[in-house]
């Protein structure tokens, strides 16, 4: 997506509010205003409104974290993962806490009674797309299928959330702490030594 063109600077704007307001406390007034367009306009590249426009910026911000993700899980699981944390630690930091992540904030509010849950929907598919991606670098690496599923659904949660309490608390340090402990289940999960236990 080229942020060049005024429909992508929309979406990008978008992204940005409801990463820090959630979509629930944004009209689309205040989408239009934040990315710079006219209100008129944004109507016009989202005939459907709200729930059209949260739905592409999440998917949006989603194609962002899959695309880092699955370049830094060529390195390996730990390797993806690493990357994973240090993009929400930096998103978190940079925002002074302010800031988390858009798919997740959609995540947590009700779905319109009134409209197609397009938002909702769209963050589905991207916590969807996080958890295959780091599920097949850790087949890849070793670990068994059941437990590569289990596990990505585990990172993907638990790094959301903990990016949830980082913000309530204004401190970093439960990514961190979550950070050590994810990296060591990874480890265990994908060397087949660890994997055995000791010999008896």
């Known amino acids: 997506m080229s942020q060049a063109d005024p429909r992508s ?7 940005d509010l409801i990463r820090r307001r959630g979509l ?14 006219p209100l008129g306009s944004t109507y016009h ?12 910026a999440v998917h949006f911000a989603g194609d962002l974290v899959s695309g880092v993700l699955r370049r830094e899980l060529a390195a390996g699981p730990v390797a993806g993962l690493r990357a994973f944390l240090g993009l929400w630690r930096q998103t978190v930091l940079d925002s002074d806490f302010r800031a988390g992540c858009p798919v997740l904030a959609v995540s947590v509010e009700e779905p319109p009674a009134d409209a197609a849950p397009e938002a909702l929907d769209a963050a589905a598919e991207m916590f969807t797309a996080w958890e295959k991606l780091l599920s097949d670098s850790l087949r890849e690496h070793g ?15 638990a790094v959301e959330g903990t ?13 961190d702490h979550v950070a050590v402990q994810l990296e060591q289940l990874i480890q265990t999960a994908t060397d087949p030594v660890r994997r055995k236990g000791p010999a008896a």
């Open 45 to 56: 590249y989202f005939p459907r409104g709200k729930q059209q426009l949260a739905a592409e």
């Open 163 to 175: 990016v949830a309490m980082c913000r309530a608390q204004r401190d970093i340090t439960a990514l």
């Open 143 to 157: 670990a068994d299928f059941a437990v590569a599923a289990q596990m990505a659904t585990l990172i993907v949660a």
């Open 24 to 37: 629930a406390g944004s009209t689309v007034r205040d989408l239009a205003t934040h990315s710079g367009a």
């Open 9 to 15: 600077r929309i979406v990008v704007g978008a992204a």
